[in-house]
């Protein structure tokens, strides 16, 4: 059965949440969201608690409260295998600094029997790249390029536009100005929070940090649209 909180809207448990880019594009296609994540984010918009994730998931589990939800989605710790830094972790010896938590993720999610979404950055981290997505299939001012594992159900794949230019910056020494911004790290012609706020769409947040882990809303809200439509028929049927 397909459980709702105030007889309305699907309730999504949101793992690894940082300050709630995807929270807010699950929210939009008409979710209630809940979100967990080990550092305190006041900035999260929704409902929140702070602690481990997977503890906090493996517990719901135990105690059958996991049913409380319609679906899950993970963006777990990615730094061990994400394009943007395993060279830099691999030169600098901080390589094993990170541990890479998508396969007790994704454990623990097979064990709740519902839908799910794992989202990782281009990379090796180990996820199937059931979905991608690309900043440029919603106008967006950063690519931000996102792989997207989905359990138990699927989404049909858009295609992929062509970019309009450069990510502006350097690169190798060489400056190129372009249509987007790069939404990570600082210096280098990458983007100040304002820029990054406009281009991902994320106000309520002006913490770099958060900023720079986080997915634009649009591309959950993509998903979670088509993952509603999923849910509905079941719930018909429940």
Not at 19 to 24: D, L, R
Not at 63 to 92: E, K, M, W, Y
């Amino acid at each position: 059965m397909i459980r709702r909180e105030h007889g309305r809207r699907p309730l999504l448990l949101d793992l690894f949440c940082c300050a709630g880019g995807a929270a807010m594009g699950y929210r939009r296609a008409g979710f209630d969201v809940t979100g967990v994540d080990l550092a305190p984010r006041p900035n999260y918009p929704f409902a929140f608690h702070q602690g481990d994730a997977l503890a906090f998931l493996a517990a719901l589990i135990a105690s059958g409260d996991i049913h409380r939800f319609a679906a899950v989605h993970a963006s777990p710790p990615c730094q061990a295998g994400c394009a943007l830094t395993v060279g830099t972790n691999h030169s600098q010896g901080w390589g094993r600094t990170h541990v890479d938590l998508v396969a007790p993720t994704r454990t623990l999610l097979e064990e709740t029997g519902l839908p799910y979404v794992i989202e990782q950055p281009n990379g090796r981290a180990a996820i199937r790249k059931d979905l991608w997505l690309c900043g440029e299939m919603f106008g967006l001012g950063v690519l931000r390029h996102r792989n997207f594992e989905l359990g138990g159900w699927s989404i049909e794949q858009p295609a992929h536009p062509k970019h309009r230019g450069y990510v502006r910056g350097y690169r190798h020494g060489v400056f190129r100005d372009g249509p987007y911004v790069a939404a990570y790290g600082s210096g280098g012609g990458k983007a100040t929070v304002a820029e990054m706020q406009t281009a991902m769409g994320i106000g309520w947040t002006d913490v770099r940090e958060e900023l720079t882990e986080a997915i634009p809303p649009a591309f959950s809200e993509h998903i979670g649209r088509a993952l509603h439509a999923t849910l509905r028929p079941l719930e018909v049927a429940a």
